[in-house]
Nanobody, 121 residues
C-alpha cells in the first residue's frame, strides 16, 4: 500500500515563505509524476505544479516565478518551495503521485490527505 504524507503547512504572513514536503511510502519501484494541487474554500482543486521523474516541471500561471517544485527520486519525495506568498495562496495543498509502479500494481495514482497553508495580511 502506498501512502503520501505531506508536511510543512502552516500560517505565514503575506510575502513570506513556506516549504512543503511529501514523502511516498511503501514498496515503490517508480513514480512517473509527482505534484501539488490546492483547494481553497468553496473552490475546486487546481493544479499548482508537477514534476516528472526526469525533472520536467509544469506550473500554474498564478505561481510561476514564486513557487519551485523539486523531487528526490531515491526517496520518493517531492517538495514545494513557496516564496512571496499571497493571501490568495491560502488553501489546502495536496500531494499527488501519478503512475506509481509497485510489486502489485502498475500505473496507480495516489493522493495525500492535504496540508493547510494560510497566508495572512
Amino acid at each position: 500500500q502506498v501512502q503520501l504524507v505531506e508536511s510543512g503547512g502552516g500560517l505565514v504572513q503575506a510575502g513570506g515563505s513556506l516549504r512543503l514536503s511529501c514523502a511516498a511510502s511503501g514498496i515503490i519501484f517508480s513514480i512517473d509524476t509527482m505534484g501539488w494541487y490546492r483547494q481553497a474554500p468553496g473552490k475546486q482543486r487546481d493544479l499548482v505544479a508537477t514534476i516528472t521523474s526526469d525533472g520536467s516541471t509544469n506550473y500554474a500561471d498564478s505561481v510561476k516565478g514564486r513557487f519551485t517544485i523539486s523531487r528526490d527520486n531515491a526517496k520518493n519525495t517531492v517538495f514545494l518551495q513557496m516564496n512571496s506568498l499571497k493571501i490568495e495562496d491560502t488553501a489546502v495543498y495536496y500531494c499527488s503521485a501519478l503512475g506509481v509502479v509497485t510489486a502489485t500494481y502498475y500505473g496507480m495514482d495516489y493522493w495525500g490527505k492535504g496540508t493547510l497553508v494560510t497566508v495572512s495580511s
